[in-house]
């Protein structure tokens, strides 16, 4: 192999590894949906209502790929409250509770 070989084979080495590394980093850590039987009962209220009221809009896939954190989770869920999501003041609570109880790993 001449030097000008060895040189390209280098660079491109060097290339893939370092799109593998970015590409590794930049993967969302999974989502960790608990159980019923994990849940309190207030957070399994929360959960219910999340299935009955909000996947009449959307699939919970979609609601579960946005974990944020409680204020994310309260601007999100006001915002769908806009647009047509029947909660009332309690049940906004319970979904909130529930939402942010979710967590990535």
Same mark, same amino acid.
């Given at each position: 192999?001449?030097?000008?070989?060895?040189?390209?084979?280098?660079? &491109?080495? !060097?290339?893939?590894?370092?799109?593998?590394?970015i590409g590794?980093?930049?993967?969302?850590? $999974?989502?960790?949906i608990? %159980? #019923? !039987?994990?849940? !309190?009962? +207030?957070? *399994?209220? =929360?959960? $219910?209502?999340?299935?009955?009221?909000?996947?009449?809009?959307?699939?919970?896939? $979609?609601?579960? !790929?946005?974990?944020? #954190?409680?204020? =994310?989770? +309260? @601007?999100?869920?006001?915002?769908?409250? $806009?647009?047509? &999501?029947? *909660? %009332?003041?309690?049940?906004? =609570? @319970?979904?909130?509770?529930?939402?942010?109880?979710l @967590?990535?790993?």
């Open positions: 192999m001449n030097k000008q070989s060895v040189f390209t084979l280098i660079i &491109a080495f !060097s290339l893939f590894i370092c799109l593998s590394i590794c980093a930049s993967e969302k850590p $999974k989502l960790v608990p %159980n #019923d !039987s994990e849940l !309190s009962p +207030e957070l *399994l209220e =929360g959960k $219910k209502l999340v299935e009955e009221r909000c996947t009449v809009c959307h699939s919970t896939d $979609k609601i579960y !790929s946005e974990v944020e #954190d409680r204020a =994310g989770w +309260e @601007k999100y869920v006001d915002d769908m409250i $806009k647009r047509g &999501a029947k *909660l %009332n003041a309690e049940e906004r =609570g @319970k979904v909130l509770d529930y939402l942010t109880s @967590k990535r790993i």
